[in-house]
């Protein structure tokens, strides 16, 4: 099945600098990968996906990147901001039994220093 | 997006007691799933909610600690049994539409505490 590894697990980044977080996959069947934020006491919040058909995509601050040939794909945050500070995942739909999955990451804590 | 609420928020309660939490979707969704995420970790998934059906459980959990009911395309929920201190985790829900690979949407969360 499916296999997510997300990278770091913890980054600290100073207020108005570029936060980068990775994740690889193992599945190359899987075309379907969004990012989640949690923060404290709230459930996960979708902030950006991309599909297997595309190789980046944007939204103001945030953009995804995807390279289906390595298995990996990113998400960057510019211009960070304080309210950037959480938790976030990433994740696959794999493919396997009867439902089409969702896999996820292991998590990234962000910290951004005012 | 679809809005989601879940209840309770957050609960303590005593060893072998069994909780209840709900998830109730604003709009009829296909997919509902539980999930369960333990202190510091990832999110991993208990089973999917099916309509009208007995619930597809993932490996790791079964149905008579986990029972789950679905009565209609905006509702279910999910039952934690017997509860013993390592079943303290946040419990979430989450939904997807009805087309292929749509986005998942999840609740805030159930907080979860076993004395």
């Known amino acids: 099945g499916e296999n997510v590894e997300q990278h770091p697990s913890t980054l600290s980044v100073q207020e108005g600098d570029s936060a980068v977080i990775k994740c690889t996959y193992s599945d190359s069947a899987s075309n379907y990968f969004p990012w989640y934020k949690q923060e404290l006491g709230k459930g996960p919040q979708l902030i950006i996906d991309i599909r297997s058909n595309v190789g980046e995509k944007k939204d103001q601050r945030i953009a995804v990147t995807l390279n289906k040939t390595a298995k990996h794909f990113s998400l960057h945050i510019t211009e960070t901001q304080p309210e950037d500070s959480a938790v976030y995942f990433c994740?696959?739909?794999?493919?396997?039994?009867?439902?089409?999955?969702?896999?996820f990451g292991t998590g990234t804590l962000l910290a951004v220093q005012p | 997006s679809a809005v989601i609420s879940q209840k309770p928020s957050r609960d303590i309660c005593q060893r072998g007691t069994s909780l209840t939490i709900q998830c109730q979707v604003d709009s009829q969704v296909t997919m509902m799933f539980w999930y369960r995420q333990q202190p510091g970790q990832s999110l991993t998934l208990i089973a999917t909610?099916?309509?009208?059906?007995?619930?597809?459980?993932e490996s790791g959990f079964v149905i008579d600690k986990f029972p789950i009911s679905r009565p209609n395309l905006t509702f279910s929920t999910l039952t934690v049994s017997n509860m013993s201190p390592e079943d303290s985790s946040i419990y979430l829900c989450?939904?997807?539409?009805?087309?292929?690979?749509?986005?998942?949407?999840f609740g805030q969360g159930t907080r979860l505490t076993v004395v």
């Open positions: 989450s939904v997807e539409g009805r087309q292929v690979n749509t986005e998942a949407f």
């Open positions: 909610a099916n309509q009208g059906s007995e619930a597809t459980y």
């Open positions: 994740a696959a739909r794999g493919y396997g039994g009867a439902t089409n999955k969702l896999i």
